[in-house]
Each structure stands twice: as C-alpha cells, then as structure tokens.
C-alpha cells in the first residue's frame, strides 16, 4: 500500500462535503416525482370520465413515456463519472452538482409538458454523475471498517433532499404549483460553493494520479479482465431500476390523483418514512460488514421490489405500508450494493465503473417505466402493473452470488491495480 495512502473516518468533513451535494442531487432530482401530479395536472388534456387518465391528467403511455425520456437522458452520467477519472473527482462532482441545479432551476419556466421533459432532461444526468461521485468519494477517502457507514451517510444526504421536496412542496402556495417548487433549487445551489472547500482530491486518486498520469481512455472502457464483473453488476442494477422507478416516480400521482390522499398525507408519509430509511441503513451496514456485500444486497433488492407490489395494491394503507418498507429496504440495500460496486474496481478505473452503475439504474428505469406505463394503460390499474414489473427483480437479486465477496478487504486488496 503506498505511502501516500490516507484514510478517514466516516464523519471527516470531505465526506460530509460530498454528502451535502448527495442531499442537493436528491432535493433537484425527486422534484420531478413530487411534482409529477401537478405536472400532468398543469399540461393535461381531456381524458374519457373515469378512466385512469383521466384522473392523472394524462394518459399512463404518456407519462411513462416522458419521465423514460428523463431517465434515458440520464445515461450521459456514465461519460461524466468516467471524466473524474481523468480531471479528478473534486473538479467534476462540484461542475455536476452546480450545472445540474441550473438546470433545475430552468424546468420552472417550462410552457409545455414536452419542453419539461427536455429541460429535466439536461438536469438530470448531471445530478445522478453527482450522487454517483458522491459514492466515490465516500470510498476512497475510507478505510474498509468505516466504508459501508460513509456510503449509508451519502445514502442518507440523497434520501434527506428528496424528503425535503415533499415537505417544502406542502408550504408553497398551491397557485404556484410546480414551477414554485423547482424555483426552490435556487437555494441548494448558493451552498455548492461551500461545500466545495471541504472537498480534496482523496489520496487514492490523488497518490495514483501523482505516480501514472492520466491518459485519455476510451468511453466507458474498463480491463478486459473486469468486464465480465461489470456485465452482471450491470445486470444487477438494471433490475433495481426496473422496480424502483416506475414505483417512486409514480408514487405522488398514485397517492393523490388516483387514491385521493392529500399533498399534506404524502408528505408527512416521508417524515414517517425517515426512522424507517434510517434504521434501514443501519441494518443494511451492519449486515454488509456482518454477513457479506452480496448476500446483503441481494436480499434487500428482492425486498425492495416486494415492497412496490404492496405500494400499488390499491389501498392508501398499501401505499403507506408499502412506501416505508421499501424505503427501509432500499436504504438496507445501498451500504451493501455501494460498498461492493466501489470495492470490485481498481482506483485508475471506479469513477468509470460507477459511471456504468449509474447507467445501470438508468436502462433500467426507463424499461420500467415504459412498461409500467404500457402495463397501466392495458390493465387500467396501477396494481397489477406493479406485480408484472416486480416479480422477474425478485428473481434477478439471486445472481448477487457470483459476484466476488469483497468484505473485510482494502480496495488495494480487492481490486488491485
């Protein structure tokens, strides 16, 4: 291990700084599901009495097929993480985080459904780079005891600004409707700057880079030798994104528009819902550090898809029940899954590998959300919908075990250069 090498602990300020942008990712990019009612509400054209799109405001197809588009834009953050590690982490996470928030802010002048959706669009690959860099940064500045607990904080920072969406989206007036609350990223953005000067280059990289200069790699390359790790870590994110996105993205449409629970309901739903995440991430570090990356990431996925079946089985007690325990699944599942996506890949070549984690969940909610929005429109329910995406996600949580475990080992140890 070389001498330059310097860790920290998992509270260090560098690692605060990079949860505080995780929080600003989070509070720009939950925007579009805490709005989505009042986007379809705002834009919608006349619907046949009764049917589902009718109540929503625009046809499932519709929105399935603009919130894809959101998604599929996102696949630009694989060429933005995969730039850290040429520029460095710090210089790109604190471009990211600021331009995305920009972008943001824009969407609130959107005049049409179709001009959100390309505004959004350009937001939304910049904030997932972020968080993805966020997850870097957590563990490469960390020793393997203090790894999982970094990531969970990152996890947290997300989970955090996507909560303060929904409770600042039920003080701003109602006549303001979206464009109010995406207005609001105006606020994240004034701290960026902050937040950059507790930011450094971490050693790993920093030592790396010092020792073999950059070279201009290829677009998304990594070795030959980890390709065939990549191709099933891939896989394994596509399907967490397959459930989860359809699911929380049409979370708030569901609730109020087709359920009839109130803005003041949802929201508090996800003040509810944080000792639950929290506890979630505890149990989810615990379990990585106790039982193993794989194991834990694997069952908490099957859960996580699980859990969207009960959210959309037609109840608000469904919803209720369903939202809190896939939020505690989902945060068991990120210590687990982010501390072996970062510990499988050698420090010249992470920012890439979570460029393509990233990715990942991309492809794999804009398929979700393509076919739960086909599947609403066919079936004219949202319940049914849930179960077809959920159940191949239970199934595909079982190949986590061909992954190697990388538990208990330093990242030079698990993935050497």
């Given at each position: 291990m070389s001498t330059l090498l310097r860790t920290r602990g998992w509270l260090h300020p560098a690692i605060l700084a990079a949860a505080g942008l995780s929080v600003a990712s989070g509070f720009a990019s939950f925007g579009v599901t805490?709005?989505?009612?009042?986007?379809?509400?705002?834009?919608?054209?006349?619907?046949?009495?009764?049917s589902v799109a009718d109540m929503a405001g625009l046809t499932g197809t519709t929105l399935g097929a603009g919130l894809a588009f959101i998604r599929l834009a996102s696949l630009a953050a694989l060429p933005l993480a995969g730039l850290?590690?040429?520029?460095?982490?710090?210089?790109?996470?604190?471009?990211?985080c600021g331009t995305g928030l920009l972008m943001t802010l824009a969407t609130a002048a959107s005049p049409s459904f179709w001009w959100f959706v390309a505004l959004f669009a350009l937001a939304r690959p910049l904030l997932s780079a972020t968080n993805a860099l966020a997850t870097v940064i957590a563990a490469e500045e960390t020793r393997s005891s203090d790894r999982s607990k970094a990531i969970a904080l990152i996890t947290a920072g997300y989970a955090l600004g996507a909560g303060l969406t929904a409770l600042v989206r039920t003080v701003i007036p109602p006549a303001y409707g979206f464009r109010g609350l995406f207005a609001m990223a105006a606020l994240p953005l004034?701290?960026?700057?902050?937040?950059?000067?507790?930011?450094?280059?971490?050693?790993?990289?920093a030592?790396?880079?010092a020792r073999a200069p950059s070279s201009r790699p290829r677009l998304g390359a990594v070795r030959r030798d980890l390709r065939g790790r990549l191709a099933l870590l891939f896989l394994l994110h596509v399907g967490f994104g397959f459930v989860t996105g359809p699911v929380n993205t049409n979370l708030f449409l569901y609730g109020e528009r087709i359920l009839g629970m109130t803005s003041a309901t949802m929201a508090w739903l996800f003040v509810a819902a944080a000792p639950t995440g929290l506890l979630g991430?505890?149990?989810?570090?615990?379990?990585?550090?106790?039982?193993?990356r794989r194991l834990s990431a694997g069952v908490a996925m099957a859960l996580t898809a699980a859990a969207g079946v009960l959210t959309y089985s037609g109840e608000p007690a469904g919803v209720a029940l369903g939202y809190v325990g896939g939020i505690g699944a989902a945060a068991a599942y990120a210590p687990a899954a982010g501390a072996l996506d970062?510990?499988?890949?050698p420090t010249s070549q992470r920012g890439?590998?979570?460029?393509?984690?990233?990715?990942a969940n991309i492809v794999g909610a804009v398929l979700g959300l393509l076919a739960f929005g086909i599947l609403v429109d066919a079936y004219d329910a949202f319940g049914p919908a849930a179960l077809t995406i959920s159940v191949p996600v239970v199934l595909i949580?079982?190949?986590?075990?061909?992954?190697?475990?990388?538990?208990g080992l330093e990242l030079e140890e698990s993935a050497p250069e």
């Open positions: 805490v709005a989505l009612g009042d986007v379809a509400a705002a834009f919608g054209e006349p619907q046949p009495a009764g850290a590690d040429r520029a460095g982490r710090r210089r790109v996470i604190l471009w990211c004034l701290f960026v700057p902050l937040l950059g000067r507790w930011l450094d280059e971490p050693s790993r990289f030592g790396l880079r991430l505890v149990i989810g570090r615990w379990a990585a550090d106790r039982f193993g970062a510990e499988l890949f890439t590998a979570a460029g393509w984690v990233a990715a949580a079982a190949l986590y075990h061909r992954l190697p475990e990388t538990r």
